[in-house]
C-alpha cells in the first residue's frame, strides 16, 4: 500500500494515513473485501509508530469504511462504498475550493473573474486531452 | 495504561550547574516516548538517571516500580540499552559479545540475536575494535533488544549515523513496541524522527520539563498562521500565546500555541488579519520553544 | 594575545596552574615548618633542600597526570598555524621553566625570609634540563615501549652524567643530613653550555618526533586522539599485545550458565590472562638466568630477572588497570559495564579476585620455573631449600601460603577502592593523596633525623591504629544503607575474615611472634592493620557503588 507521510504540512500523521486510505477507497485503488497490511507491517514499511497505524485504522473503522475481523485481520467494508465514494469525492474537491478562494481573496480576483478562469482553463484542459487523445489514437 | 517509569520532582547537581531541576516525566507501557531537546539540555542525564547511573540529587525516579540504584539488578536485567557512544570491549569479536550478554539476561533469544546480525549482514567474526560506527550501532542495537527488554532506552540512537542504519535502529523501535506492547524511551536531536516514531514527546530546556504530551495533541495544539497587517512592520507587535515570528513589513508567520480564534482576537487588536493557519510541525515548535529569540519566556 | 606565543603559554598556565600553584605553596609552607623547627641548622636546611627539589618534578610532571594522549600531549593543537618548532619549543621551555620554578620561588623565600641557606641558580638550571630531557622522552613517540625505553636510558645515562656535572661541592662522608651552604651546589661555565646543549638537542629530537606525528606517520598504537573514540581500540599498552597473542591461544567460548561464570570469563581474558603469559614468558628465561648466574655469579642479571618479576603488577598495568574502564568526566564507569545487571559487590569481587589471582599465578609460574632450574644455578641450592622449607611444618607453611594470597588480595582490593574513590573526587583525592605523601615523607625525615619526639611517633601511630577500625564501621554503615551487601554477604565477609584472623594467629605462633614484647602503639596498630581485609572486603564495594551510581 503506498501510504506518503508528510511531515511539513502540519496534518497529524494518523489524519493524514486515514486521509489516504479514503482516498484509495474513493478512488477504487481499494475495493471492498481487500485486507489492509498487519499494523506492525505497515508501521515498518512508512516509519511511523503502531500506535498511530492503530488509531488511523480505528478511526475508519468508527466511520464504517474499514472492519475488523477477529482473527484475521482489517479489511475494506462493504458498507456503501459508492456512498463513501460520493462524499469522499466532495470533501476533496471542496478542499482544493476552499483553498482558491482564500488564494483569489489575497490576490483581490472577484468570483466572477475566478468562475471564468475555470471556464477558459477547462475549455483549454479539454481540447488538450482531446488532442492527445487523438494523437494517441493515430 | 500502567506507567513502566515514574519520575519525580528529579533534580541533578554537578558541582555548581544544575543539570536537571524538578523534572516530572512518565512513560506509559506499550508506547513510543521521545526526548528532545538542544545539546546539554539534560536528555541524556535524565536517561542515566532511569539506569541507575547517576543517583538524583533529589527526587526520585522508579523504574518498573523499582529504584535504579538500589536495586541495579532487577531493573538492569528488564531494560534493554544503547548509549549514545556504544561503549564496547574493543577486543572481543560480535559472536563472543552477543555470548556474553546472553549470561547476563535469562530472557535472552539467540535465534532473534542471529536474525538481527543476518539482517544486517554483520560479520559474528569481526572484532568490535575494527567495526565501523553504523555496524557497532547495530551491534550495540542487537545487544539492546535480544533480550525482549520491557523498556528499551536509546540515548541518541541516530547520532552519526547513515540512513540506512538509521532505518534499522527505527525498525527495532517498531518491533519493540508492536510486539507485546513493550515500552521505548529515546533521545534524538532529529526532530522529524521523534514526530514520526513517538507517541509521546517531551521537550526539555535548561533542565526543566518545557512540554510534554501526547505528540498528536502538542502538534495540534500549536499552529504556524500567516497575519497580515495594513502598514509596513518594524517589529511584530505584543501579541497573546505567540512563541515565535518571523517574516516582515506587512507579511509576518508566527508559531503560537492554543486555537487559531483566540489568536484572531489578539491579532485583530494589534491591527492584524489572520490569511492562513495550520497545524505546526515539532520541529517548528521546537525551535519556537526552545530557539534563540523566541517569546517562550513571555508566554 | 596576538602573539600565538602568548595564546600557548596562556593555555599552559590554564591547564597547569593549579598543580603548579599547589605544589609551589607546599614546598614553601612545607620548608617554612621545617624550618620554623629546625631554626639556623644547616642539615636542616637540607631536608628543606630535598623537600624542594623533590616536591619540583613531580609538580611539574602532576600537570600532565591526567593528560590521556600517547606522544605529544595536545595534538589537537597540531591544527594551528604554528610551526612544530614552536608547537616543541615553547611548552617545553614552558615545563622546564615550571619545574625550576616550582624550586626556585620557593628557596628564594626562604633564603630571604628565614635566611635558609639555599643554592638557587644551579639548582633551578638542573631541575629544568632534567624536566626539558624528561619531555622530550616522553612527546617524541606516541609508541608506549619506545618512550619506556627512553625513560630508561635517560634513567641509565644520569648516573654518570651526574659524575661529571659534579654539582655537589658541600660536605661529603660526614653523617646524614649533610650541612647545606648556599656553594652546596656549584656548575662551571662549560657545565652551565653542556647543559644548554642537552637541553637544545632534547628540543631537537621531540621536534623531529613531534613532526612525525603532526604529519600522521606516527600513528604508533595509539588511535586515541579524543578519548574513547569508538571503533578504534583504546591505549594498546602491553596487556593489549599479550591480549591478541592469548586471544588466539585460549579461545575458550564465554559461559552462559550464569552472570558470574560469563563475568569471571572476561575477566581472566581481559586482566588475568595478559599477566600470567608475561610471567610464562619470564618463567620461560628463568633457566637461562640462573645458568648464566651459576656461571659468572655477578647477581646483576639474578637481581633484574627479580625486580622484573616483582614489578609484573606495574608491567601489566595492574595498578592503572582500574582506570582502563574510565570514560568521561561525568562517567567514570564504563556504560556497557555499568549495566550489566549484576550486583556491585559481585562486580568487584571479580575483578579484584581475578587481577590478584592473575598476578599470583604468574608469580607462581615464574617461582616453580625457577625452582625447577635451580640445579642449573648451584648443586645444592635445591637441597638446602627442601631442607629449609621441611624443617617447618606442612601446616605452618601453607597457612603462611594462604596469608600471603589474602594480604595480596586486600591490596588490590584497596588500590581497586582508591581508584573508585579517586573517580569520584578526582583532582581533589590526588591532590589530598599528595599531601598525605608530603606529610609521610617529611615525618620521615623528622624521624630520621631526630627532631620528632617519641610521644609525636606514638600519636601518629595511635591516629591510624584507631582510624583503621573506624573507617572500616564507617564503610559498613554505608554498604548496608546502601544496600550494596546484604547482610547474609557481610556475615559471610565477617566469618571469612575471622578464619583468616585464626590462621594468622596460628601462623604468628608458630614462629614465634607476640606482641608482648612490642611498644604499645605498635601492638595495638598491629591488631588494626590485621582488620585491613575486612576494611577492603567492605569498602570496595562501597566504593564502586558509588562511582556506578555517581
Not at chain 1, 508528510?6 to 471492498?32: C, E, F, H
Not at chain 2, 501579541?239 to 489578539?266: F, K, M, N, Q, T
Not at chain 3, 617529611?442 to 573506624?470: D, K, M, N, R
Given at each position: 500500500?503506498?501510504?506518503?507521510?508528510?511531515?511539513?504540512?502540519?496534518?497529524?500523521?494518523?489524519?493524514?494515513?486515514?486521509?489516504?486510505?479514503?482516498?484509495?477507497?474513493?478512488?477504487?485503488?481499494?475495493?471492498?473485501?481487500?485486507?489492509?497490511?498487519?499494523?506492525?507491517?505497515?508501521?515498518?514499511?512508512?516509519?511511523?509508530?503502531?500506535?498511530?497505524?492503530?488509531?488511523?485504522?480505528?478511526?475508519?473503522?468508527a466511520?464504517?469504511?474499514?472492519?475488523?475481523?477477529?482473527?484475521?485481520?482489517?479489511?475494506?467494508?462493504?458498507?456503501g462504498?459508492?456512498?463513501?465514494?460520493?462524499?469522499?469525492?466532495?470533501?476533496?474537491?471542496?478542499?482544493?475550493?476552499?483553498?482558491?478562494?482564500?488564494?483569489?481573496?489575497?490576490?483581490n480576483?472577484?468570483?466572477?473573474?475566478?468562475?471564468?478562469?475555470?471556464?477558459?482553463?477547462?475549455a483549454?484542459?479539454?481540447?488538450?486531452?482531446g488532442?492527445?487523445?487523438?494523437?494517441?489514437?493515430? | 495504561?500502567?506507567?513502566?517509569?515514574?519520575?519525580?520532582?528529579?533534580?541533578?547537581?554537578?558541582?555548581?550547574?544544575?543539570?536537571?531541576?524538578?523534572?516530572?516525566?512518565?512513560?506509559?507501557?506499550?508506547?513510543?516516548?521521545?526526548?528532545?531537546?538542544?545539546?546539554?539540555?539534560?536528555?541524556?542525564?535524565?536517561?542515566?538517571?532511569?539506569?541507575?547511573?547517576?543517583?538524583?540529587?533529589?527526587?526520585?525516579?522508579?523504574?518498573?516500580?523499582?529504584?535504579?540504584?538500589?536495586?541495579?539488578?532487577?531493573?538492569?536485567?528488564?531494560?534493554?540499552?544503547?548509549?549514545?557512544?556504544?561503549?564496547?570491549?574493543?577486543?572481543?569479536?560480535?559472536?563472543?559479545?552477543?555470548?556474553?550478554?546472553?549470561?547476563?539476561?535469562?530472557?535472552?533469544?539467540?535465534?532473534?540475536?542471529?536474525?538481527?546480525?543476518?539482517?544486517?549482514?554483520?560479520?559474528?567474526?569481526?572484532?568490535?575494535?575494527?567495526?565501523?560506527?553504523?555496524?557497532?550501532a547495530?551491534?550495540?542495537?542487537?545487544?539492546?533488544?535480544?533480550?525482549?527488554?520491557?523498556?528499551?532506552?536509546?540515548?541518541?540512537?541516530?547520532?552519526?549515523?547513515?540512513?540506512?542504519v538509521?532505518?534499522?535502529?527505527?525498525?527495532?523501535?517498531?518491533?519493540?513496541?508492536?510486539?507485546?506492547?513493550?515500552?521505548?524511551?529515546?533521545?534524538?536531536?532529529?526532530?522529524?524522527e521523534?514526530?514520526?516514531?513517538?507517541?509521546?514527546?517531551?521537550?526539555?530546556?535548561?533542565?526543566?520539563?518545557?512540554?510534554?504530551?501526547?505528540?498528536?495533541?502538542?502538534?495540534?495544539a500549536?499552529?504556524?498562521?500567516?497575519?497580515?497587517?495594513?502598514?509596513?512592520?518594524d517589529r511584530?507587535p505584543?501579541?497573546?500565546?505567540?512563541l515565535?515570528?518571523?517574516?516582515?513589513?506587512?507579511?509576518?508567520?508566527?508559531?503560537?500555541?492554543?486555537?487559531?480564534?483566540?489568536?484572531?482576537?489578539?491579532?485583530?487588536?494589534?491591527?492584524?488579519?489572520?490569511?492562513?493557519?495550520?497545524?505546526?510541525?515539532?520541529?517548528?515548535?521546537?525551535?519556537?520553544?526552545?530557539?534563540?529569540?523566541?517569546?517562550?519566556?513571555?508566554? | 594575545?596576538?602573539?600565538?606565543?602568548?595564546?600557548?603559554?596562556?593555555?599552559?598556565?590554564?591547564?597547569?596552574?593549579?598543580?603548579?600553584?599547589?605544589?609551589?605553596?607546599?614546598?614553601?609552607?612545607g620548608g617554612?615548618?621545617?624550618?620554623?623547627r629546625?631554626?639556623?641548622?644547616?642539615?636542616?636546611?637540607?631536608?628543606?633542600?630535598?623537600?624542594?627539589?623533590?616536591?619540583?618534578?613531580?609538580?611539574?610532571?602532576?600537570a600532565?597526570?591526567?593528560?590521556?594522549f600517547?606522544?605529544?600531549?595536545?595534538?589537537?593543537?597540531f591544527?594551528?598555524?604554528?610551526?612544530?618548532?614552536l608547537l616543541?619549543?615553547?611548552?617545553?621551555a614552558?615545563?622546564?621553566?615550571?619545574c625550576?620554578?616550582?624550586?626556585?620561588?620557593?628557596?628564594?623565600?626562604?633564603?630571604?625570609?628565614?635566611?635558609?641557606?639555599?643554592?638557587?641558580?644551579?639548582?633551578?638550571?638542573?631541575?629544568?634540563?632534567?624536566?626539558?630531557?624528561?619531555?622530550?622522552?616522553?612527546?617524541f613517540?606516541?609508541?608506549?615501549?619506545?618512550?619506556?625505553?627512553?625513560?630508561?636510558?635517560?634513567?641509565?645515562?644520569?648516573?654518570?652524567?651526574?659524575?661529571?656535572?659534579?654539582?655537589?661541592?658541600?660536605?661529603?662522608?660526614?653523617?646524614?643530613?649533610?650541612?647545606?651552604?648556599?656553594?652546596s651546589?656549584q656548575?662551571?661555565?662549560?657545565?652551565?653550555?653542556?647543559?644548554?646543549l642537552?637541553?637544545?638537542?632534547?628540543?631537537?629530537?621531540?621536534?623531529?618526533?613531534?613532526?612525525?606525528?603532526r604529519?600522521?606517520?606516527?600513528?604508533?598504537?595509539?588511535g586515541?586522539?579524543?578519548?574513547?573514540?569508538?571503533?578504534?581500540?583504546?591505549?594498546?599498552?602491553?596487556?593489549e599485545?599479550?591480549?591478541?597473542?592469548?586471544?588466539?591461544?585460549?579461545?575458550?567460548?564465554?559461559?552462559?550458565?550464569?552472570?558470574?561464570?560469563?563475568?569471571?570469563?572476561?575477566?581472566?581474558?581481559?586482566?588475568?590472562?595478559?599477566?600470567?603469559?608475561?610471567?610464562?614468558?619470564?618463567?620461560?628465561l628463568?633457566?637461562?638466568?640462573?645458568?648464566v648466574?651459576?656461571?659468572?655469579?655477578?647477581?646483576?642479571?639474578?637481581v633484574t630477572?627479580?625486580?622484573?618479576?616483582?614489578?609484573?603488577?606495574?608491567?601489566?598495568?595492574?595498578?592503572?588497570?582500574?582506570?582502563?574502564r574510565?570514560?568521561?568526566?561525568?562517567?567514570?564507569?564504563?556504560?556497557?559495564?555499568a549495566?550489566?545487571?549484576?550486583?556491585t559487590?559481585?562486580?568487584?569481587?571479580?575483578?579484584?579476585?581475578?587481577?590478584?589471582?592473575?598476578?599470583?599465578g604468574?608469580?607462581?609460574?615464574?617461582?616453580?620455573?625457577?625452582?625447577?632450574?635451580?640445579?642449573?644455578?648451584?648443586?645444592?641450592?635445591?637441597?638446602?631449600?627442601?631442607?629449609?622449607?621441611?624443617?617447618?611444618?606442612a601446616?605452618?607453611v601453607?597457612?603462611?601460603?594462604?596469608?600471603?594470597?589474602a594480604?595480596?588480595?586486600?591490596?588490590?582490593?584497596?588500590?581497586a577502592?582508591?581508584r573508585?574513590?579517586g573517580?569520584?573526587?578526582?583532582?581533589?583525592?590526588?591532590?589530598?593523596?599528595?599531601?598525605?605523601?608530603?606529610?609521610?615523607?617529611?615525618?620521615?625525615?623528622a624521624?630520621?633525623?631526630q627532631?620528632?619526639?617519641?610521644?609525636?611517633?606514638?600519636?601518629?601511630?595511635?591516629?591510624?591504629?584507631?582510624?583503621?577500625?573506624?573507617?572500616t564501621?564507617?564503610?559498613v554503615?554505608?554498604?548496608?544503607?546502601a544496600?550494596?551487601?546484604?547482610?547474609?554477604?557481610?556475615?559471610?565477609?565477617?566469618?571469612?575474615?575471622?578464619?583468616?584472623?585464626?590462621?594468622?594467629?596460628?601462623v604468628?605462633?608458630?614462629?614465634?611472634?607476640?606482641?608482648?614484647?612490642?611498644?604499645?602503639?605498635?601492638?595495638?596498630?598491629?591488631?588494626?592493620?590485621?582488620?585491613?581485609?575486612?576494611?577492603?572486603?567492605?569498602?570496595?564495594?562501597?566504593?564502586?557503588?558509588?562511582?556506578?551510581?555517581?
Amino acid at each position: 500500500m503506498d501510504i506518503k507521510i508528510n511531515l511539513a504540512d502540519g496534518v497529524p500523521l494518523y489524519k493524514q494515513i486515514v486521509n489516504q486510505i479514503r482516498y484509495m477507497v474513493a478512488s477504487g485503488v481499494l475495493a471492498v473485501g481487500d485486507e489492509l497490511p498487519p499494523i506492525r507491517a505497515l508501521a515498518l514499511q512508512i516509519k511511523v509508530t503502531p500506535n498511530t497505524i492503530v488509531k488511523a485504522y480505528d478511526e475508519l473503522q468508527a466511520a464504517g469504511v474499514l472492519v475488523k475481523r477477529h482473527g484475521s485481520g482489517t479489511f475494506v467494508s462493504d458498507v456503501g462504498p459508492s456512498r463513501l465514494a460520493t462524499r469522499e469525492r466532495r470533501r476533496i474537491i471542496e478542499e482544493r475550493i476552499d483553498a482558491l478562494l482564500t488564494e483569489a481573496r489575497h490576490l483581490n480576483v472577484s468570483l466572477d473573474d475566478l468562475f471564468n478562469a475555470i471556464r477558459r482553463r477547462h475549455a483549454l484542459i479539454a481540447a488538450k486531452t482531446g488532442m492527445d487523445k487523438a494523437s494517441g489514437e493515430e | 495504561m500502567t506507567n513502566v517509569v515514574e519520575v519525580q520532582g528529579l533534580s541533578r547537581r554537578f558541582g555548581g550547574t544544575l543539570a536537571l531541576d524538578g523534572v516530572d516525566f512518565c512513560a506509559t507501557q506499550g508506547l513510543v516516548h521521545g526526548l528532545v531537546g538542544v545539546n546539554g539540555a539534560g536528555k541524556t542525564t535524565l536517561i542515566k538517571h532511569l539506569l541507575g547511573l547517576l543517583r538524583p540529587t533529589s527526587g526520585t525516579v522508579r523504574v518498573l516500580g523499582l529504584d535504579p540504584v538500589r536495586d541495579p539488578v532487577n531493573v538492569l536485567r528488564r531494560v534493554g540499552y544503547l548509549s549514545e557512544h556504544r561503549e564496547m570491549p574493543e577486543w572481543m569479536r560480535v559472536a563472543e559479545l552477543l555470548r556474553y550478554t546472553q549470561a547476563y539476561y535469562p530472557s535472552w533469544d539467540m535465534g532473534y540475536a542471529r536474525e538481527l546480525l543476518d539482517t544486517f549482514g554483520l560479520d559474528p567474526t569481526k572484532r568490535v575494535g575494527g567495526l565501523s560506527q553504523g555496524m557497532r550501532a547495530q551491534t550495540g542495537l542487537v545487544l539492546a533488544v535480544a533480550h525482549r527488554p520491557d523498556v528499551l532506552i536509546l540515548d541518541e540512537p541516530s547520532s552519526g549515523l547513515d540512513a540506512v542504519v538509521r532505518q534499522d535502529i527505527l525498525d527495532a523501535i517498531v518491533r519493540t513496541v508492536a510486539d507485546d506492547g513493550r515500552t521505548v524511551i529515546f533521545s534524538s536531536h532529529l526532530l522529524d524522527e521523534v514526530e514520526r516514531m513517538s507517541d509521546r514527546v517531551t521537550m526539555i530546556h535548561r533542565g526543566k520539563i518545557a512540554l510534554d504530551g501526547m505528540r498528536d495533541e502538542v502538534c495540534g495544539a500549536h499552529h504556524v498562521t500567516q497575519l497580515r497587517f495594513a502598514e509596513r512592520l518594524d517589529r511584530l507587535p505584543q501579541i497573546d500565546g505567540v512563541l515565535a515570528a518571523s517574516g516582515g513589513a506587512r507579511s509576518w508567520s508566527v508559531v503560537h500555541a492554543g486555537p487559531v480564534e483566540r489568536l484572531r482576537d489578539a491579532a485583530a487588536r494589534a491591527g492584524g488579519d489572520v490569511s492562513e493557519s495550520r497545524n505546526a510541525t515539532l520541529e517548528e515548535i521546537f525551535v519556537a520553544r526552545v530557539g534563540r529569540g523566541t517569546r517562550a519566556e513571555a508566554a | 594575545m596576538r602573539a600565538p606565543v602568548v595564546a600557548m603559554l596562556w593555555e599552559w598556565w590554564r591547564i597547569t596552574y593549579r598543580q603548579v600553584l599547589f605544589f609551589g605553596v607546599l614546598a614553601l609552607a612545607g620548608g617554612w615548618s621545617v624550618l620554623a623547627r629546625t631554626g639556623s641548622d644547616p642539615r636542616g636546611a637540607f631536608v628543606v633542600f630535598m623537600l624542594i627539589v623533590s616536591l619540583a618534578p613531580a609538580g611539574a610532571m602532576a600537570a600532565w597526570s591526567r593528560n590521556p594522549f600517547a606522544g605529544y600531549p595536545l595534538p589537537l593543537a597540531f591544527v594551528r598555524p604554528v610551526s612544530t618548532r614552536l608547537l616543541v619549543g615553547v611548552p617545553m621551555a614552558y615545563m622546564a621553566f615550571i619545574c625550576a620554578a616550582i624550586y626556585a620561588v620557593p628557596a628564594i623565600v626562604l633564603r630571604i625570609g628565614l635566611g635558609a641557606p639555599l643554592p638557587v641558580a644551579p639548582v633551578a638550571a638542573l631541575l629544568a634540563v632534567a624536566m626539558a630531557l624528561f619531555c622530550a622522552s616522553n612527546w617524541f613517540t606516541r609508541g608506549k615501549a619506545k618512550r619506556l625505553l627512553a625513560t630508561v636510558a635517560l634513567l641509565i645515562a644520569a648516573g654518570p652524567a651526574w659524575r661529571w656535572l659534579n654539582p655537589w661541592h658541600g660536605a661529603a662522608g660526614g653523617p646524614f643530613p649533610p650541612p647545606l651552604a648556599t656553594d652546596s651546589v656549584q656548575l662551571g661555565v662549560e657545565r652551565y653550555a653542556v647543559l644548554v646543549l642537552a637541553a637544545v638537542g632534547a628540543w631537537a629530537a621531540a621536534v623531529t618526533g613531534v613532526a612525525a606525528q603532526r604529519r600522521g606517520d606516527d600513528m604508533a598504537d595509539n588511535g586515541r586522539l579524543t578519548p574513547a573514540t569508538p571503533g578504534r581500540a583504546a591505549q594498546k599498552g602491553m596487556v593489549e599485545q599479550f591480549r591478541v597473542v592469548m586471544d588466539v591461544v585460549a579461545r575458550v567460548p564465554c559461559p552462559t550458565s550464569s552472570p558470574l561464570a560469563a563475568e569471571i570469563w572476561i575477566e581472566v581474558r581481559a586482566r588475568a590472562l595478559p599477566v600470567i603469559a608475561m610471567g610464562v614468558v619470564l618463567a620461560l628465561l628463568a633457566p637461562g638466568v640462573l645458568a648464566v648466574e651459576g656461571s659468572t655469579g655477578d647477581r646483576i642479571l639474578l637481581v633484574t630477572f627479580a625486580a622484573l618479576s616483582l614489578s609484573i603488577p606495574f608491567l601489566s598495568g595492574i595498578s592503572t588497570s582500574f582506570w582502563n574502564r574510565a570514560s568521561s568526566m561525568r562517567a567514570p564507569m564504563s556504560p556497557f559495564e555499568a549495566t550489566r545487571p549484576m550486583g556491585t559487590a559481585r562486580l568487584v569481587a571479580v575483578q579484584v579476585g581475578v587481577a590478584a589471582a592473575g598476578i599470583i599465578g604468574a608469580w607462581a609460574v615464574i617461582a616453580i620455573a625457577a625452582v625447577l632450574s635451580l640445579p642449573l644455578y648451584h648443586d645444592g641450592a635445591a637441597a638446602s631449600l627442601w631442607h629449609a622449607l621441611a624443617a617447618r611444618p606442612a601446616a605452618q607453611v601453607a597457612g603462611a601460603a594462604v596469608l600471603g594470597v589474602a594480604a595480596f588480595t586486600t591490596v588490590i582490593a584497596l588500590l581497586a577502592t582508591v581508584r573508585a574513590v579517586g573517580a569520584i573526587y578526582g583532582l581533589r583525592l590526588w591532590l589530598g593523596a599528595v599531601a598525605v605523601v608530603a606529610y609521610t615523607i617529611a615525618l620521615a625525615f623528622a624521624v630520621a633525623t631526630q627532631h620528632l619526639s617519641e610521644a609525636a611517633i606514638g600519636v601518629h601511630l595511635w591516629a591510624l591504629a584507631v582510624a583503621i577500625p573506624v573507617g572500616t564501621g564507617y564503610a559498613v554503615v554505608r554498604v548496608l544503607a546502601a544496600r550494596v551487601l546484604r547482610a547474609g554477604q557481610l556475615l559471610a565477609i565477617a566469618a571469612a575474615w575471622l578464619a583468616l584472623a585464626g590462621l594468622a594467629a596460628f601462623v604468628m605462633g608458630g614462629i614465634g611472634a607476640a606482641l608482648e614484647p612490642l611498644a604499645p602503639a605498635v601492638a595495638v596498630l598491629t591488631l588494626s592493620a590485621a582488620l585491613l581485609p575486612l576494611s577492603a572486603a567492605v569498602a570496595a564495594p562501597w566504593a564502586y557503588s558509588r562511582m556506578r551510581h555517581i
